[in-house]
């Protein structure tokens, strides 16, 4: 009797595995990945934030959310969004546009009761969170019922550097995770391009965020550049790692000069963080130096305490660099940062109203020059570095990818797979798709149908194949999830929180030392006194 059940499962898993073989053999398609808009996007306030628009509960409420790594889950802030970092304390509209919007779990009829268990175990010091379980519309064709939010109950300690909502996107990531196993995109793939956000709208142009794949429209027409993620005990928060071999002022008489000291033999490793707020932090001596010393200007500078957090200011009567700067990688990937992305008015929140308000007097320079305790530091490439820079990471394959961006409003979306190739024949497009997020579901081709006897007993035969497929997948599933909440959430994950946790706040300390962000975490610097605003003016704003 043992001999024969034993026997009758081995059959049974036989036909699985030959008819789960014989679907992959024969799967010529995959589902088109999918894209977000990443602009200005408008708030409950009526006032807008910049980031990646996605909706929240029913009736939707926006939001500006901004990818973050290593964090796994998805946050938001409520209408209390705990913006005590700032001096001044705002008003409720005012932290809604810091916060990148304000989730009311009340004002949504979506709302569910979420679980501990849907929410991946994080090893830092993120906002202690409450729970819940609600709609999140990603575009006009997708959206996940009963996705697993957290919303913050306190401040962070991040202040300007990383103070909106995040979509987590790390190694085990409750989005990915959902959109693969319900069968959305084919790879736990995401890319990111930040657009650009100059001072007038002639020089903004949206961006994107594609999960499953990226955007080929935005690629301009050089190589793609591979590199590995790095383990979870790299110094690098983001396991993306890239060095540096030149940066280069591009003049607009045609003269280009490196910022790079002749007797500098050795390259800089840098850190890329697709939300930091500039294009880059980079050691004050000799980089900065050369740089303010090459275009004219002044050496000490104050820090803007706005959306370009930390970054340097210009004085009213400075000289203001006006060329261009090329960036050059060990991999071969040359970008070009236009002056209009490097060069932009200094943009700060209005505390009562949340409107954008911007200087034109006192320009910030896109660049935190780090100094004094953070000399050492890993220097980090920010979101302005991906105007410049495409960005793919595909973490099934662990690895990333970059291109020079083409500026683009055009959209040519492509499916990578779990292996990091291009899927060549996407399926046909389909409807608009709400998907429960509480259970992965499965997705077929449609197949013909035959009208002949033959045709009814054929198709008989393979529901049953196909319905052991379906106890095939289930079983999958269910053994990937396990395996995925045990040895992610005590290996990897751990790891690279700990980057996190064994990073002490930096003591109070003097003005003139201007701390910066360390590399190996998001904790923040003393924030200094901010200087009056002069000729203060509505920030212009595209769309």
């Given at each position: 009797?043992?001999?024969?059940?034993?026997?009758?499962?081995?059959?049974?898993?036989?036909?699985?595995?030959?008819?789960?073989?014989?679907?992959?053999?024969?799967?010529?398609?995959?589902?088109?990945?999918?894209?977000?808009?990443?602009?200005?996007?408008?708030?409950?306030?009526?006032?807008?934030?910049?980031?990646?628009?996605?909706?929240?509960?029913?009736?939707?409420?926006?939001?500006?959310?901004?990818?973050?790594?290593?964090?796994?889950?998805?946050?938001?802030?409520?209408?209390?969004?705990?913006?005590?970092?700032?001096?001044?304390?705002?008003?409720?509209?005012?932290?809604?546009?810091?916060?990148?919007?304000?989730?009311?779990?009340?004002?949504?009829?979506?709302?569910?009761?979420?679980?501990?268990?849907?929410?991946?175990?994080?090893?830092?010091?993120?906002?202690e969170t409450t729970l819940a379980a609600d709609r999140l519309k990603l575009n006009e064709d997708v959206t996940l019922t009963e996705f697993p939010l957290e919303v913050a109950l306190n401040d962070w300690g991040a202040q300007g550097y990383h103070p909106m909502a995040s979509i987590g996107l790390g190694a085990n990531s409750t989005?990915?995770?959902?959109?693969?196993?319900?069968?959305?995109?084919?790879?736990?793939?995401?890319?990111?391009?930040?657009?650009?956000?100059?001072?007038?709208?002639?020089?903004?142009?949206?961006?994107?965020?594609?999960?499953?794949?990226?955007?080929?429209?935005?690629?301009?027409?050089g190589g793609r550049y591979i590199e590995k993620l790095q383990d979870s005990t790299s110094p690098c928060a983001t396991q993306m790692i890239v060095t540096i071999t030149d940066m280069i002022l591009n003049f607009p008489n045609g003269t280009n000069v490196s910022i790079f000291p002749a007797s500098l033999s050795t390259a800089l490793t840098a850190c890329i963080v697709p939300d930091y707020p500039v294009?880059?932090?980079?050691?004050?001596?000799?980089?900065?130096?050369?740089?303010?010393?090459?275009?004219?200007?002044?050496?000490?500078?104050?820090?803007?305490?706005?959306?370009?957090?930390?970054?340097?200011?210009?004085?009213?009567?400075?000289?203001?660099?006006?060329?261009?700067?090329?960036?050059?990688?060990?991999?071969?990937?040359?970008?070009?940062?236009?002056?209009?992305?490097?060069?932009?008015?200094?943009?700060?929140?209005?505390?009562?109203?949340?409107?954008?308000?911007?200087?034109?007097?006192?320009?910030?320079?896109?660049?935190?020059?780090?100094?004094?305790?953070?000399?050492?530091?890993?220097?980090?490439?920010?979101?302005?570095?991906?105007?410049?820079?495409?960005?793919?990471?595909?973490?099934?394959?662990?690895?990333?990818?970059?291109?020079?961006?083409?500026?683009?409003?055009?959209?040519?979306?492509?499916?990578?797979?779990?292996?990091?190739?291009?899927?060549?024949?996407?399926?046909?497009?389909?409807?608009?798709?709400?998907?429960?997020?509480?259970?992965?579901?499965?997705?077929?081709?449609?197949?013909?149908?035959?009208?002949?006897?033959?045709?009814?007993?054929?198709?008989?035969?393979?529901?049953?194949?196909?319905?052991?497929?379906?106890?095939?997948?289930?079983?999958?599933?269910?053994?990937?999830?396990?395996?995925?909440?045990?040895?992610?959430?005590?290996?990897?994950?751990?790891?690279?929180?700990?980057?996190?946790?064994?990073?002490?706040?930096?003591?109070?300390?003097?003005?003139?030392?201007?701390?910066?962000?360390?590399?190996?975490?998001?904790?923040?610097?003393?924030?200094?006194?901010?200087?009056?605003?002069?000729?203060?003016?509505?920030?212009?704003?595209?769309?």
């Amino acid at each position: 009797m043992l001999e024969s059940a034993t026997r009758h499962r081995c059959v049974i898993a036989s036909l699985v595995i030959a008819s789960v073989t014989s679907v992959r053999a024969s799967d010529a398609c995959a589902l088109n990945p999918i894209a977000v808009r990443v602009g200005n996007i408008t708030l409950e306030n009526h006032q807008v934030a910049r980031g990646a628009e996605i909706h929240v509960g029913d009736p939707p409420q926006p939001f500006a959310f901004l990818p973050q790594w290593p964090y796994n889950t998805s946050f938001v802030y409520g209408i209390d969004g705990h913006c005590i970092f700032k001096r001044n304390p705002p008003s409720r509209d005012g932290c809604t546009t810091i916060r990148g919007g304000a989730y009311d779990a009340f004002a949504s009829k979506t709302r569910k009761v979420a679980y501990p268990d849907d929410f991946p175990h994080e090893n830092g010091p993120f906002p202690e969170t409450t729970l819940a379980a609600d709609r999140l519309k990603l575009n006009e064709d997708v959206t996940l019922t009963e996705f697993p939010l957290e919303v913050a109950l306190n401040d962070w300690g991040a202040q300007g550097y990383h103070p909106m909502a995040s979509i987590g996107l790390g190694a085990n990531s409750t989005l990915l995770n959902q959109l693969q196993e319900s069968g959305k995109i084919a790879s736990r793939t995401w890319s990111f391009f930040w657009g650009r956000n100059g001072g007038s709208s002639a020089s903004q142009i949206d961006g994107s965020l594609v999960f499953g794949g990226y955007d080929r429209a935005k690629l301009s027409s050089g190589g793609r550049y591979i590199e590995k993620l790095q383990d979870s005990t790299s110094p690098c928060a983001t396991q993306m790692i890239v060095t540096i071999t030149d940066m280069i002022l591009n003049f607009p008489n045609g003269t280009n000069v490196s910022i790079f000291p002749a007797s500098l033999s050795t390259a800089l490793t840098a850190c890329i963080v697709p939300d930091y707020p500039v294009l880059m932090t980079l050691p004050s001596d000799p980089f900065v130096s050369n740089f303010f010393r090459l275009t004219g200007a002044a050496e000490d500078h104050e820090r803007s305490f706005g959306i370009n957090y930390f970054a340097l200011k210009y004085s009213a009567h400075e000289n203001r660099y006006d060329g261009d700067m090329t960036i050059k990688l060990r991999s071969g990937l040359v970008v070009r940062v236009p002056n209009d992305q490097l060069v932009v008015p200094d943009v700060d929140i209005d505390p009562t109203t949340g409107e954008l308000v911007a200087n034109y007097t006192n320009p910030d320079l896109i660049i935190n020059g780090i100094q004094n305790v953070n000399t050492n530091d890993m220097p980090q490439l920010g979101r302005q570095f991906l105007s410049a820079a495409y960005l793919m990471v595909n973490q099934d394959a662990r690895q990333f990818s970059l291109w020079a961006a083409n500026p683009a409003s055009d959209e040519d979306l492509v499916a990578v797979d779990t292996n990091d190739v291009d899927i060549t024949a996407p399926c046909e497009a389909s409807s608009a798709a709400v998907t429960d997020s509480s259970s992965p579901t499965s997705t077929s081709s449609p197949e013909q149908t035959s009208h002949s006897s033959a045709g009814t007993i054929a198709g008989a035969a393979v529901g049953g194949v196909g319905g052991l497929v379906m106890l095939g997948v289930l079983a999958f599933w269910v053994i990937k999830r396990r395996r995925r909440e045990g040895s992610w959430k005590a290996s990897e994950q751990n790891r690279a929180m700990n980057l996190y946790a064994d990073t002490e706040f930096p003591p109070r300390q003097s003005v003139d030392t201007k701390p910066e962000l360390p590399d190996s975490s998001f904790l923040v610097p003393i924030e200094l006194e901010h200087s009056a605003r002069r000729s203060a003016v509505p920030y212009e704003l595209a769309g």
